[in-house]
């Protein structure tokens, strides 16, 4: 049984897109394994039924400052304390914030892997310098660069994605077009009905 941190912004429960389903999906596929799984995530103050049953670790929420931007930087020190507490095997992050460099950070350090997930073509053509407001996106974005190329694997979505990763970055990654649940294929239905005369 091995640790594995999820390391997202916000928990599915709060809001669910795209991302966050998949998250849900790799959740449940680590669970299936046996894996002991701890989720690290900005509290909201929605109430969280935790039907995977894991290990949650909400963060106090830092309150926004006007005209800068997403600051995620500034979980640095509570992200820290969490990952030393758990000890993970493994850390998943996803979505272009600064807590992909904290990841691998602490990754490198400890020796342990760091599997960042692709959210969209914009987390890997990003230029800290080009976009200089609201003031807080350029750390950001140095943090996200300097992140990617820290991780231990990438998981691309696209041809993109991976063609842009190994030019920038000299990283190659591994593409999965899509996520999904595995389905039992005794519960596949086939159509076995021909039509003859036509």
């Known amino acids: 049984m091995k640790k594995i941190v999820v390391l997202y912004p916000s928990h599915y429960e709060q809001s669910m897109g795209g991302a966050e389903m998949q998250i849900k999906y790799f959740i449940r596929a680590c669970r299936h394994e046996g894996h002991e799984v701890h989720y690290i995530y900005e509290d909201k103050g929605n109430v969280i039924k935790n039907e995977e049953g894991i290990i949650l670790y909400p963060m106090s929420k830092i309150p926004k400052i006007k005209f800068c931007g997403k600051g995620w930087f500034l979980y640095r020190n509570q992200i820290n304390t969490i990952l030393h507490k758990i000890k993970p095997d493994v850390i998943y992050t996803r979505l272009g ?47 996200i660069n300097a992140g990617l190329k820290k991780a231990t694997s990438v998981i691309t979505q696209n041809k993109y994605q991976q063609q842009q990763l190994l030019d920038r970055f000299k990283k190659c990654g591994i593409r999965v077009n899509q996520m999904t649940e595995s389905i039992d294929a005794t519960h596949i239905v086939k159509n076995t009905t021909t039509n003859k005369g036509r």
């Open 97 to 143: 914030s600064s807590w992909i460099y904290f990841a691998a950070e602490y990754a490198r350090k400890n020796n342990v892997k760091h599997i960042h997930a692709l959210a969209s073509d914009l987390d890997v053509s990003r230029n800290f310098l080009k976009k200089i407001y609201p003031f807080f996106t350029p750390i950001e974005n140095h943090y």
